[in-house]
C-alpha cells in the first residue's frame, strides 16, 4: 500500500504548526512558501519544512526583508 501525501492545510492550520499566529502568516506570506488552489492559500507540511530549514540557516531572514528596512531610518 502507498501512502498517500498530506493533504495540504489553511492558514489557520499552518499557523498552528509554526507556533504563530494566522495574521503573522497572512504578513510574511511571501516569506513561507504557499501554494495557490483556486482562490484558497494553503499549505503543505513540505512547505513548512522547507521554510524552517532555510530560517534554520539564516536565524534573521527578516533583517534584510524589505519588510523589515520600511521602518528602520
Do not use: C
Not at 12 to 35: I, M, T
Not at 43 to 67: C, F, G, V
Request: hydrophobic letters at 30%.
Amino acid at each position: 500500500m502507498t501512502d498517500l501525501p498530506e493533504p495540504p492545510f489553511d492558514r489557520a492550520e499552518a499557523a498552528r504548526r509554526l507556533g504563530v499566529k494566522p495574521s503573522w502568516l497572512r504578513d510574511h506570506r511571501g516569506e513561507v512558501p504557499y501554494r495557490r488552489i483556486g482562490n484558497f492559500v494553503r499549505y503543505t507540511q513540505t512547505d513548512l519544512e522547507t521554510y524552517l530549514a532555510r530560517i534554520a540557516r539564516d536565524p534573521d531572514p527578516l533583517a534584510r526583508s524589505t519588510r523589515s528596512k520600511a521602518g528602520a531610518r
